[in-house]
């Protein structure tokens, strides 16, 4: 299934399937009881999420909301379960996807522990463009998702971005 730029796949508090991520991007927002938002996640192509539901199903954590354009495939959660139990040398391809999502996470982790802002900003632009040649990650998140996603303020995240 394809997704336009704001179309939602899941909604944070329901319970579904998983989706394998084949081109475009996706944002992983959970939605405060006040109704403000914050950037969870960015999900890129070859992901299956939700990643907490891999090995066993979980309510959806966030809202999973397209970016851009977005190529999705549905994997049914009982046949996804249904072929781990049967087969568990299935687990070693699940620890493998964990992996990589934990290698993403600790360049995140790098990101947000960099000093200097406009490093941060550089830092995640380049972590984008490995995805995504030749798009800004200003053309693609606002100023406040960005300040989320690297634990900088809106304003700080305007002025880096006045900078480069």
């Given amino acids: 299934?394809?997704?336009h730029k704001r179309e939602v796949l899941f909604r944070q508090g329901e319970?579904?399937?998983?989706?394998?991520?084949k081109s475009g991007l996706l944002k992983v927002e959970k939605v405060h009881e006040d109704g403000s938002k914050s950037l969870l996640n960015l999900i890129v192509p070859g992901e299956?999420?939700?990643?907490?539901?891999?090995?066993?199903?979980?309510?959806?954590?966030g809202t999973a909301v397209?970016?851009?354009?977005?190529?999705?495939?549905?994997?049914?959660?009982?046949?996804?379960y249904s072929e781990l139990?049967?087969?568990?040398e299935k687990y070693r391809d699940v620890a493998l996807i964990l992996q990589t999502k934990l290698r993403m996470m600790q360049q995140?982790?790098?990101?947000?522990t960099t000093v200097a802002p406009i490093d941060k900003v550089q830092q995640l632009q380049k972590w984008f463009e490995h995805y995504f040649p030749g798009v800004k990650i200003n053309e693609v998140l606002t100023q406040e998702e960005i300040g989320q996603f690297i634990g900088l303020r809106r304003e700080t995240v305007n002025r880096v971005l006045r900078q480069l």
Avoid at 15 to 21: D, E, I, R, T
Avoid at 49 to 61: A, R
């Fill in 1 to 3: 299934m394809f997704l």
């Fill in 15 to 21: 319970q579904g399937p998983l989706y394998l991520l």
């Fill in 48 to 61: 299956i999420i939700p990643h907490h539901s891999l090995i066993s199903p979980k309510e959806y954590n």
């Fill in 66 to 80: 397209a970016l851009m354009t977005s190529e999705v495939e549905m994997i049914q959660d009982a046949e996804w």
């Fill in 85 to 88: 139990a049967a087969n568990p």
């Fill in 108 to 112: 995140r982790i790098d990101q947000l």
